[in-house]
Each structure stands twice: as structure tokens, then as C-alpha cells.
């Protein structure tokens, strides 16, 4: 399985884009890139998923490099409300589960 | 739609007792896994399930059984509870992934105290 390495945490202010970046140098060909978040006193939830290039919906945008041994999770202007853990997972989830390292732990100050 | 289902939400339990948490999902998911969340520790995956009948372990099984008699339910079973086993349960389910593992449906957790 593909390691994944992201800060520990992070700091923002309300309004601000917060820009979480994950290293994952030994990714495979098959493995895609996926961002879940998580509350506390809540399960994670899934946020947003990639191959390559760019990713958007409506909560995250995803960039991948093209040798996607790195990806970044953008957040657009941050409210209170996305105070969470964020984790990068990657993996093809076929032939074994998602593997969940200790996230980043995002902190917005008003 | 109540999506992933976990009980009980809380349990305080005496070492060495024995209990069963139970994880129940009505969208029809083939696998279902369950993972334990300790302080610093992020999520690590205990057992899962591909399918009725069948299970297999994760990261940290020892300590647990797991049973999958009906596709919607999965249970988790401490037959002899450890106060190292003091943890946040999550039960998640999916479809069978057909790319990226993506779509895991997470319930609210089990907190459990072994004392």
C-alpha cells in the first residue's frame, strides 16, 4: 500500500483557502487519491476523489501533479464549520481496505 | 435512509466481560468493515467483510471476532475485554469498489471504556 504523509496540523482564519498537501511517492498505477473528513465525535466522511490533474465539487478541489506522487487538497474560503481531521488515503480499495493514517487536524480561528 | 447504524452508541465494560457491538446498513453494501480510533491514532482497521459470509482480518484483529450471517449486519465481538481495548469504534460499509476504494459510509461510533 501506497504511505501517505501530511502535516500533523494546521491553523487558518475564517475566509481564508486552506491548501492541505499529502506525499505519496510510491503510489501505483492503480491507486487513486481520496480525501475524507472527519468531525469530532463523528465518522469520517468522503469529501473528494482523484486520478490525475484537477478535481472539483461543491465542498474541495483536488490538484494532482502529473506524476502524482503528491496531491493537494484546497479549501475555499474556510468557515468554523471545517474545523476536522482531514486524511489522504490511496489505494485502488479492490483487493484491500482503505488504510487511514492520523490525518491533519485543522483548526479555523474566527 | 438511515445509512450505517451502530449499537450501542456507548458501553462501560469490566475486564474480562464480553460483549457484541453491532453495525447495520441499509444500502445494500457488499463489504463492511470495522475500524478502532485511539487518541493520535487515526483509524485502524480491525476486521472486514466482502460479502455474507465472509471475513477477513485487518491491521489489529487480535482481541476480536467478527461475523457477517446477514449482508446488512456486522458484528464485532470482544470475547474477553482489555482495558487496551478502550477505544472509538467505527463501522463503515461500501459498494464493492470498482476504482479507488471511494464512497465509505461511516456510522457515528461506539465509544468504549474497558475498566
Known amino acids: 500500500l501506497a504511505k501517505t504523509t501530511q502535516p500533523i496540523s494546521m491553523d487558518s482564519y475564517e475566509g481564508q483557502e486552506v491548501n492541505i498537501t499529502c506525499s505519496h511517492n510510491n503510489i501505483a498505477t492503480n491507486d487513486y487519491i481520496t480525501w475524507y473528513q472527519q468531525f469530532p465525535s463523528q465518522g469520517p466522511r468522503f469529501i473528494i476523489q482523484?486520478?490525475?490533474t484537477k478535481v472539483t465539487n461543491e465542498v474541495a478541489s483536488l490538484f494532482i501533479p502529473a506524476d502524482r506522487k503528491s496531491s493537494t487538497l484546497s479549501l475555499p474560503r474556510v468557515s468554523l464549520s471545517d474545523t476536522a481531521v482531514y486524511y489522504c488515503l490511496v489505494g485502488d480499495g479492490r483487493n484491500t481496505p482503505l488504510v487511514f493514517g492520523k490525518g491533519t487536524r485543522l483548526s479555523v480561528i474566527a | 435512509n438511515a445509512g450505517v447504524t451502530q449499537t450501542p452508541k456507548f458501553r462501560v465494560l469490566k475486564t474480562g466481560q464480553s460483549m457484541t457491538l453491532l453495525c447495520a446498513q441499509d444500502m445494500n453494501h457488499e463489504y463492511m468493515y470495522w475500524y478502532r480510533q485511539d487518541p493520535g491514532m487515526g483509524l485502524r482497521l480491525i476486521h472486514y467483510s466482502v460479502g455474507e459470509g465472509t471475513t477477513a482480518k485487518g491491521e489489529v484483529p487480535d482481541g476480536y471476532n467478527v461475523s457477517r450471517l446477514k449482508k446488512q449486519n456486522f458484528l464485532l465481538g470482544l470475547e474477553s475485554a482489555a482495558p487496551s481495548q478502550t477505544s472509538v469504534y467505527f463501522c463503515?460499509?461500501?459498494?464493492?469498489?470498482?476504482?479507488?476504494?471511494?464512497?465509505?459510509?461511516f456510522g457515528s461510533g461506539t465509544r468504549l471504556t474497558v475498566v
Open positions: 463503515a460499509s461500501s459498494f464493492r469498489p470498482t476504482r479507488g476504494g471511494y464512497g465509505y459510509t
Open positions: 482523484g486520478y490525475k
